[in-house]
């Protein structure tokens, strides 16, 4: 099998050492520049849902120490290389960017009707508003709907609002196409152009 090209964008930290401490892995490492990296919620790439998911809990210059799950202490071995970015991104949302294989649909966002519905709680009546077609929650009862309220959305890397009052068209992989506009991932025509298309990583710098 071919190796991945590292996004060049990116941030590499290469793994020096691995303790285990306190039931977690502990990579003590490097970061090739400082650019984009951060502590908090860290995210050690690799493509087709392969990236490990940690948090870089101490930065000095380049030197850093990321806490890991222990199940993951196997693929992190010292000598090895992983493309980094913040996990402010989710993973599932940068593999679609940069995955050759996601198929990218240009749509048109139609507005959908939502639906209002109250679920009886401890004290009060809870009102709750849901875009039609989602599933409504056991015991909830329906009192209203409301017409084409579910009419923008935001672009998932710069939250440009896409919908017939703002950006009438904006880009979804072929996989959400049809869903809900509440669900999946939207991404205005700029972004798409500048990054899903390119398959660039520099928007998570």
């Keep these: 099998m071919r190796p991945f090209e590292f996004p060049r ?3 590499v930290f290469s ?3 691995v303790a285990s401490i ?3 892995a502990v990579l003590t490492g490097e970061f090739d520049r400082p650019e984009g990296v ?8 690799r493509p087709g849902g392969g ?3 940690g948090e870089l809990n101490t930065l000095a210059g380049l030197a850093g120490t990321i806490v890991v799950h222990p199940d993951d202490a196997a693929r992190l071995g010292p000598g090895s290389k992983w493309p980094y970015y913040s996990g402010y991104w989710e993973p599932e949302f940068v593999d679609a960017i940069l995955d050759p294989s996601t198929a990218w649909t240009r749509v048109r966002l139609v507005p959908r009707d939502a639906l209002k519905y109250t679920r009886p709680a401890a004290l009060e009546e809870e009102e709750v508003v849901l875009e039609a077609g989602e599933a409504v929650p056991s015991g909830a009862k329906i009192v209203g709907q409301i017409r084409n309220a579910f009419d923008r959305v935001t672009c998932g890397i710069c939250d440009k609002r896409i919908g017939p009052a703002f950006e009438p068209f904006g880009y979804r992989p072929a996989s959400n196409v049809g869903a809900r506009n509440s669900l999946g991932i939207w991404l205005c025509q700029d972004d798409f152009r500048k990054f899903a298309e390119r398959r660039s990583a520099a928007f998570l710098l």
């Design 9 to 11: 964008e990116l941030p």
């Design 22 to 24: 306190g039931g977690t």
């Design 15 to 17: 793994v020096l050492s």
């Design 38 to 45: 951060r502590e908090g919620r860290a995210i050690l790439y």
């Design 51 to 53: 990236s490990i998911d």
